[in-house]
């Protein structure tokens, strides 16, 4: 009895591993949730500098990477960059003429409104460019009668209004675009260029911003910070949840990994201490405390609870 039924078992295994090898071999895997479901996943970058370069057709930067190594871990099949802009980025994602934006997007309740939003896989704060030659300060209240160039649109935009309201005696500028402020920086008619820590460390070692002789930036990174600090994160749509919440699982795969440091050290930060003017040094657990994420917010994949009616 007993070898009549292992005799049955063996061949209905035979024949499920006859059908799987027919088929190519292996289960089917799980669905994925749309749009990491599409063959390519469009992704909205911005090209910054050490964070998304095209370089005759080859792309460079730590977005590059990461991207890549997320995605997979999230289960997508490929994904293909597609540039956006500060002021662009938004329109085209609710289109969908893109699936997801990764190009330096911070986290707010502003956006999460209008979006799901997945973990942060950078933190960052808002910084200061100068020139090489500049003093450091030491508090805000030095940038008194100082101009800085901030990009509109931008959360350092929001920063220096924020400080001038508070009483701080800084004159703005804008500019269409970080090069358009940087150029103003160069040339004398503002004193810094103000966004993102990271982005600015990215400018700072550009082959436009480095001394052919020196091999030294022309620019220098301030230490002072504005106080903001930055939640870089994905961008979806508000119907993709399920999507949302896959990465937020992907995104810590790779944030806890030996990868997240090793590639922001490689593209941004070891360029950056070779470069910047004093010869600056960061151990590798000074750029985790720095740089890396700190919240994990997976609500921002859903839409919060309303709030309980009042009796």
């Given at each position: 009895m007993k070898?009549?039924?292992?005799?049955?078992?063996?061949?209905?295994?035979?024949?499920?591993?006859?059908?799987?090898?027919?088929?190519?071999?292996?289960?089917?895997?799980?669905?994925?949730?749309?749009?990491?479901?599409?063959g390519i996943v469009a992704?909205?970058?911005?090209?910054?500098?050490?964070?998304?370069?095209?370089?005759?057709?080859?792309?460079?930067?730590?977005?590059?990477?990461?991207?890549?190594?997320?995605?997979?871990?999230?289960?997508?099949?490929?994904?293909?960059?597609?540039?956006?802009?500060t002021n662009n980025w938004a329109s085209l994602l609710e289109k969908e003429q893109v699936h997801l934006?990764?190009?330096?997007?911070?986290?707010?309740?502003?956006?999460?409104t209008h979006f799901r939003l997945a973990r942060s896989y950078l933190r960052t704060d808002i910084g200061l460019l100068t020139l090489a030659n500049a003093e450091e300060l030491n508090d805000v209240s030095e940038l008194a009668g100082k101009t800085v160039c901030t990009v509109e649109e931008t959360s350092a935009h929001a920063t220096i209004d924020n400080l001038?309201?508070?009483?701080?005696?800084?004159?703005?500028?804008?500019?269409?675009?970080?090069?358009?402020?940087?150029?103003?920086?160069?040339?004398?008619?503002?004193?810094?260029?103000?966004?993102?820590?990271?982005?600015?460390?990215?400018?700072?070692?550009?082959n436009d911003s480095i001394d052919e002789g020196t091999q030294?930036?022309?620019?220098r990174?301030?230490?002072?910070?504005?106080?903001?600090?930055?939640?870089?994160?994905?961008v979806l749509n508000k119907k993709d949840s399920q999507a949302c919440q896959r990465l937020?699982?992907?995104?810590g795969k790779y944030v806890e990994s030996n990868d997240w440091l090793a590639d922001l050290r490689h593209e941004v930060i070891d360029e950056y201490l070779e470069r910047a003017p004093g010869d600056p040094d960061m151990t590798d657990q000074q750029v985790r405390d720095r740089f890396g994420p700190t919240v994990r917010d997976a609500e921002r994949c859903t839409d919060p609870p309303p709030p309980n009616a009042v009796n």
């Open positions: 070898v009549g039924v292992l005799a049955t078992a063996l061949l209905v295994e035979a024949a499920l591993l006859s059908a799987l090898a027919a088929c190519g071999g292996s289960p089917p895997k799980p669905q994925l949730p749309s749009p990491l479901n599409e992704v909205g970058v911005k090209p910054y500098p050490s964070f998304f370069e095209d370089v005759n057709g080859t792309h460079i930067g730590f977005e590059v990477s990461a991207r890549k190594k997320i995605l997979s871990h999230a289960g997508a099949q490929k994904s293909i960059p597609t540039q956006i802009w934006v990764m190009g330096m997007i911070s986290d707010s309740d502003d956006r999460a001038q309201q508070k009483g701080y005696s800084i004159h703005s500028v804008t500019a269409p675009s970080p090069t358009a402020c940087i150029q103003k920086v160069k040339n004398g008619e503002a004193y810094a260029y103000s966004t993102d820590r990271l982005i600015l460390m990215g400018f700072s070692t550009h030294k930036s022309y620019y990174v301030l230490n002072l910070s504005l106080g903001r600090e930055q939640h870089i994160s994905i937020v699982d992907a995104i």
